[in-house]
């Protein structure tokens, strides 16, 4: 299984900002597509977007576009996501999968297992 450190998260205001990290662990993430996932307290794992291999390839989902960007540094193994303009209902424990491609990361909330992931909580 491929496995992540995901940190960076915390109590921030509404309206502030985040970046959240993912290092690989055990693996090298330039053959990989990157999906972020969240799940908020009581609710089922939502997927936040994937960023491809392809260079400039990237999904974001509707609640977020515009808002969260996705980036990776590989020469450092890792995967950030830097979340803008945060509200309540981004609260949740977010946490950072690998796979070929995003079609696979789309479906990975069916099948995949978890990390311990990182709590981002907005709020006032």
């Known amino acids: 299984q491929l496995q992540f450190v995901e940190s960076g998260g915390g109590l921030v205001q509404p309206g502030g900002s985040l970046r959240l990290s993912c290092a690989a662990s055990?693996?090298?993430?330039?053959?990989?597509?990157i999906g972020w996932f969240r799940q908020a307290p009581g609710k089922e794992h939502e997927g936040v977007g994937c960023?491809?291999?392809?260079?400039?390839?990237?999904f974001y989902a509707d609640s977020v576009k515009g808002r969260f960007t996705f980036s990776r540094d590989n020469a450092k193994n890792t995967v950030y996501l830097q979340m803008n303009s945060l509200n309540p209902e981004d609260t949740a424990v977010y946490y950072c999968v690998a796979e070929s491609d995003c079609g696979k990361v789309a479906a990975y909330a069916d099948f995949g297992s978890w990390g311990q992931g990182t709590q981002v909580t907005v709020s006032s």
């Open positions: 055990g693996f090298t993430l330039d053959y990989y597509a």
């Open positions: 960023m491809s291999t392809s260079p400039g390839l990237t």
